[in-house]
Each structure stands twice: as C-alpha cells, then as structure tokens.
C-alpha cells in the first residue's frame, strides 16, 4: 500500500537530513559509484590546468628584509618616559606598511637603481602573452609616446605587484619581501627599498619637527590672545543678562518639570473619568435589572433596589401561576415591580450626571494646567537661548584655554627635539641572495589542484545528486512509493540491439518484422538477458501474491507516456505464456495503439468489438505461434472521446469475468495515470498493478502526483519497475554486488 515518503522513510537507516533526502553512509557510495567519472573528469581538468599553469609561469626569487620600530631610541630626551609611553599604537605599525607601499617611496627606489632602463621592468622583455594583451591595450590609448613620468609611474606599479610588506604577528617587526626572476636583482631592490624608508623615516621627521617649532611659536600667541578674550565675553554676557547659575538650574526649569508631572496626572485622571462616563452611557440603554449591569456600577443603592426586585419577581411569578396576571395581588406586585425599575433608572443617571461633572472638572484642570505648561515654556524660552549663547561662550573660552596650555608645552618639546631627531625604525635583518626559488611551488600547486579538483568533483556530483529529482536506485523508489521494487530493466531500445538481431516472428502470420517488434519479443530472443531475468523476478513477485488472494488481472501502467510500460507489458505477456501458462494481452491504451502497432499492426478488430459482443471474443485474438501468447489489440478509427468510460463500463467487467475462466495470466497495457483518467477509470476491475518508471527521467514529484491521485491505484500495486536503464550506469551502481553479479545473464543470442 502507498505510503508518504515521510512516515516510510521514518525508520530508514542511520543518516544526515539534508534538502529533503537522507545522507547515509551507504547513499554516499551510491553516488561515488555513480558519479565517479564526473570527480574523476573534476580532478584531471584540476591538475591539467595546474600543469599547464606550472609550464608557463617563470620561476621566481623572493628576497626578504625585516625592519623594526626601536621606540627605545626616541626616549633619549624623554626624561618622564616610562614603559607605558614607550609603546607604539599597533595601527602606528600597520601604518608603516602603507608607507613602505607608497608611489613616492617606490618611485625614489626606481630612480636610484635606474629600473626604467631595466628590461624586466621597462616591458621590453615580455613573454608572448603579455605582448598580445599590451597590443590589444594600446588600441585604446591616444597613440602618443609614453612620456617618462608615465614609463616610472609603470615600472613603480610593476615593483608594487612583486613587493609584500607585513607585519610579523604582534611584534613591532615588518616583513619585507620581494619577488624577481633575478635572484641578484631581488636582494638589491628589497636593501633598496628598506634603505629608503629608513632615510625617508629620517627626513619626513627632521622636516615635521622644524615646521612643527615655527607653527607652535605663532599659534600659541594667537592662542594666548583669543583665550583672554573668551573669558572676557563670557563674564561680560553674565552680567547683561543677570544669570545666575545654581546646583539645579534656573527656577522655570524647576516649575515646568513639576508642570509636566500635574499635567500626566490630570491626563490620566481625565482618561479615567472619561471611562467612566462613557460605561455608565452604554448600560444605560440596557435593562437596568440585569445583573450585568449593577454588577458594573457595583452601587450599594442598585443592588438594594435590584434585590428587592428579585424578591417580588420571584413572589410575582408565584402569584401568578397560583392566581393569575390579572388578580389584584399580581397587579399590585407588578407595579411595585415597575416602581422599582424606575428608582433603578434614576439612580442609574443619578450616577452618569455625577461622572458627567467629575469628567468635566478633569477637562477643566487638563486644560488649564496646559495653558501653564505652555506659558512656561515660552517664558524659558527666552532664557533658555540665553543659556545656549553662555554655554557656548563658556564652552570655547575652555577651549582656546586648554588650546594655549598645550601648546606651549609642545612648543617647549619641539624646541628641545628639533636639533636631535631620531627614527623609529632601524633595519634589524638584511636582505641575502635567495638560493632557491619561491614560485611556482610544484608540489603545493598540484595538491592544490589535487584537492581542488576532488572538492569541486564531489561538490559537482552531490549536487547533481541532490538537485536531481529523478529515480535511479530500487531504494528511492520505495522511499517514495512505499511498494518494493521488482527490479531494474536495462535499456533495450534500438540503439543498443545487434545488428543481427532476429525479426519478430509473426503473430498469426501478420506481425511486423520491424526493430519495435523485436523488442516487445526481447524475452523470447534473449531468454537469459537480464531484462528477461528482471521480469521473472515480477512474475514470481505476483504468484507469491496470488498464494494469499486471485490475482489475474494485471495493469502495466506508468506516470508518463514513453516509459516503456508497453515493452514491459509485452514482454512480461511472453513470458508468463512461455512458461506454459495461458496469457492473455490486452491493450488497454485506446488512445495511442502503440501494442497494437507493434504486435499487430493488420489488426481490424479488438477490443472494442469484443466489449459489443462478448460472446465473439475469440474471433479477436491474435496469437504468437512461438510462444502462445493471446493478444486482444484495441481498433478504433479515431482517438475516442469517451474512452475512459469504455474502459469503466460494464461490458469491459464482463469480459473480464468470461476471459478469467480461460486464462491464468490478463495483462492490460493501460494508458498513462498523468495525461488521461483511463487507468484510474478501470482500477477497480484490475487485480494487481505493476508501476514502470523510467530510470533516470521520471521525476519524483509526476510519480507522487499520478500515485497520490487514485486511492484505489495505491491499493493494488502490488511493485514497481525501473526500465530503460543505462547499462553503464548500472555497472557502476551496482558495483559494490562484486563483478560475478552479471555472470548468469546472457544479453545477446
């Protein structure tokens, strides 16, 4: 019986969830055995491009220099230094590398060393590909002659693409290192440039500290005069507008916070008063007498008046049965009855005009406190921008005053390190003539394409895999059937026939002797194939059925058309009928005829005829002299309309019911479940049903949708069948079955 893919797949082996399918050890070898040669395919195109990227790159020397920033030589003159202050910032450091980079730096280093004229990087020396792309550039340039700022500006951008600096860890020490195809020339440009930073170092702060000196000596007497000055203003501002500052601000300030906390308080109680009035209005139209209603005034005088009420109720509906509405007694009760209704009422809108007048009173103060908010606000207001311009006043005579004070103490810093400037850095390793080349690294670069290739191959394949919404192995078919599958049919098309392969013998001396013909008789000419081995296994599948129910009648039917279902019910008829049983062929498919074409293409009655007349049924038949087999073709003019209430008609359950007294074996080759409603129409006169599937292009959502369609289909499939499966594929999937799997079959005579 069907069953969702998640309740069979509940108890499946130990795996690893993974985009709605399961990763168990065993499905991972499923897919290494079946797509191996796309890893395979994955790791030679990895190292081939790896080899050729090995042949073509120019061997290369690296030279290395270390340079570090000695803070232990700028603390002679610093007599306060400590060990805090003798530490560097580590974005300092970072910073260096940046230096070391720069177009100034490098372009002093080219000139030094005349590079422009050097071949390896002027460009005059270039390989093969460099030229073609320097061609192909030069098409889109003014044509004019490189002037020489623009030749150093290359050869600066060419020794910048060899040059790596970096910092070593978390130390204070740079790493610098250059590549070159000359190991002599390497060591020279990598001296050079640490040379150069070193001098420039040097330099770059011999310069500062002298403009530095000038610069503090003039803004410290701007300093000094804008100082005096903005404490002048400030005192001056003070006195003009009478501030006077206190240890909670200005008097305003204070009455308009306590404003805001009345204001809140009013607002809430408005809101409140407001509620009550607004509930008292909307069970005032209700029957006061209702509990509800004296519930929610919860007014001692109303439940008084509500109890007495009550009690005469209760007296009234008494009297009333004992003596009538229209006694006096009952009168009199119900007049009371009513008075106290009314007293109910006026004290009801006794209490609504009480809330009525406390809501107003809340309006009232609401508003008023509003109106002093309000008239607070505008009067701090005026003091308050009077507050801003002090604070500003007061904010940038601070300023200027710690400006001055700061000033003057680098001015006394700069004077004294002006005639004594010391770097940071000094050069602690130089650079040596490399011995052996840094790149390419041959064995690096081929484990890498190694491992790139085997990642880039897996990843292909498990997503191929997992991408792939088509069935290949019995165990995804019943993970998504819940049936078991009866076997793998291998593909037996044209293509991979003999080419002496037999005709087809004909079936009442009118069969075609055509390609299709053979393989709808495949079994009968390769008894020992698998396809026919496969089929065996289906056959024997139903009589282990039919030992605990009648199975005689069964359906070969398939989610789509061309999936081989009639090949498979055509052979599967042969071979029940070469067993000696007596079979009988029915094709069911009245659409498209194709058992008919293939088994008997002169036919010019069948089913149809034999549905008018039962009785005439034999006159239909066509047998296979070699194997026995009955075959009732389907004859009709032009497609019929109604063909999926022939196949549910009566007519069809009586032949079926006659046929079954004759016959051990009814195969019906049944149209597809997904285009037309003809196989669901006749389920329910078909035993058993055998499902082919088309390995690897029926798609696991067309399979669910044509099962999960028809109650009745799921009942009787009885298996399920891959067909048309590529044996080379199927060599690799079963490859963990050992290489004597196949010895028994014989797939050619």
């Not at 009035?277 to 909307?282: A, E, K, N, T």
């Not at 191959?457 to 995804?476: K, Q």
């Not at 019911?657 to 004759?662: F, L, N, P």
Request: aromatic share 6%; charged share 25%; glycine share 6%.
């Amino acid at each position: 019986m069907y069953q969702p893919r998640e309740q069979f797949h509940s108890a499946h082996r130990f795996g690893i969830e993974f985009g709605g399918a399961v990763l168990s050890f065993e499905r991972v070898a499923d897919v290494l055995r079946r797509q191996w040669p796309l890893i395979v395919a994955a790791v030679c195109g990895s190292l081939m491009l790896v080899l050729i990227y090995l042949v073509l790159a120019k061997p290369m020397y690296t030279a290395n220099a270390r340079i570090m920033m000695d803070t232990r030589q700028t603390q002679v003159l610093d007599k306060d230094s400590g060990t805090n202050s003798a530490l560097i910032d580590t974005g300092y450091v970072d910073s260096q590398v940046e230096v070391i980079n720069s177009d100034d730096l490098i372009l002093s280093v080219v000139r030094r060393l005349k590079l422009t004229q050097d071949p390896e990087f002027n460009g005059s020396n270039a390989g093969v590909v460099a030229v073609v792309i320097g061609k192909i550039m030069s098409l889109f340039d003014s044509g004019e002659p490189a002037s020489q700022e623009r030749i150093e500006h290359a050869v600066v951008e060419r020794v910048q693409k060899n040059l790596r600096v970096e910092r070593v860890l978390t130390t204070y020490v740079l790493s610098l290192s250059y590549r070159s195809e000359n190991p002599d020339k390497a060591m020279k440009v990598a001296n050079a440039i640490a040379d150069a930073y070193i001098v420039g170092a040097l330099e770059a702060k011999y310069q500062s500290t002298k403009r530095a000196t000038e610069w503090l000596q003039q803004r410290s007497a701007e300093l000094s005069e804008q100082a005096s000055a903005s404490d002048r203003a400030v005192q001056t501002f003070k006195a003009e507008h009478n501030i006077v500052g206190t240890s909670r601000g200005l008097m305003s300030e204070q009455q308009l916070s306590d404003l805001n906390t009345q204001l809140v308080q009013a607002r809430a109680a408005t809101a409140e008063a407001k509620a009550r009035l607004d509930r008292i209005d909307g069970i005032s139209d209700q029957d006061l007498a209702q509990p509800t209603v004296t519930d929610a005034l919860n007014n001692t005088v109303i439940t008084r008046l509500r109890a007495q009420y009550l009690d005469l109720q209760a007296q009234y509906s008494d009297w009333s049965k004992r003596y009538g509405k229209t006694h006096l007694a009952a009168v009199n009760l119900a007049n009371k009855m009513e008075e106290l209704r009314k007293n109910i009422a006026d004290e009801v809108r006794r209490i609504a005009d009480a809330y009525r007048s406390d809501y107003e009173i809340a309006k009232s103060r609401e508003a008023s406190l509003e109106k002093n908010v309000k008239d607070l606000v505008a009067q701090a207001g005026h003091t308050g921008q009077a507050e801003v311009k002090l604070r500003d006043l007061e904010s940038a005579a601070d300023t200027y005053r710690n400006l001055y004070n700061n000033f003057l103490e680098k001015l006394q810093s700069a004077t004294q390190n002006q005639s004594f400037p010391l770097s940071e850095a000094r050069l602690i390793s130089t650079a040596t003539k490399p011995d052996r080349k840094s790149s390419p690294k041959t064995v690096l670069a081929l484990v890498g394409g190694l491992v790139g290739g085997l990642c880039l191959g897996f990843g292909a394949a498990f997503a191929r895999e997992l991408l792939s919404d088509v069935l290949r192995t019995p165990g995804e078919v019943e993970e998504e059937l819940g049936v078991k599958c009866l076997g793998i049919l291998p593909d037996i098309g044209p293509a991979r026939q003999m080419p002496k392969a037999r005709a087809l013998a004909p079936l009442a001396g009118r069969d075609a002797g055509n390609a299709n013909g053979a393989i709808a008789r495949y079994v009968v000419d390769h008894p020992f194939s698998r396809f026919a081995e496969t089929l065996r296994n289906i056959k024997v599948s139903i009589d282990v059925a039919r030992l605990n129910r009648e199975i005689k009648v069964i359906g070969i039917v398939s989610s789509l058309p061309k999936e081989g279902k009639t090949t498979v019910a055509a052979n599967f008829g042969h071979l029940t009928a070469l067993t000696g049983h007596r079979t009988l062929l029915i094709d069911g498919d009245l659409h498209t005829r194709s058992l008919t074409r293939e088994l008997a293409p002169n036919a010019k009655t069948g089913l149809i005829e034999a549905l008018t007349d039962p009785s005439s049924f034999g006159y239909h038949i066509q047998r296979s002299k070699e194997t026995g087999l009955d075959f009732l073709p389907s004859v009709v003019a032009s497609r019929m309309v109604n063909s999926a209430d022939v196949m549910a008609s009566k007519a069809l359950a009586d032949l079926l019911a006659m046929v079954r007294e004759d016959y051990d074996y009814i195969v019906i080759d049944l149209a597809p479940v997904m285009p037309v409603a003809d196989s669901k129409a006749v389920s329910f006169l078909i035993d058993a049903m055998v499902y082919v599937i088309e390995w690897g292009n029926t798609t696991r959502s067309a399979l669910q949708e044509s099962v999960s369609g028809s109650e009745i289909l799921q009942k009787k499939l009885i298996g399920a069948v891959l067909n048309r499966a590529d044996p080379k594929m199927l060599k690799r999937i079963e490859a963990y079955k050992g290489k004597h799997h196949n010895s028994y079959y014989v797939e050619h005579a």
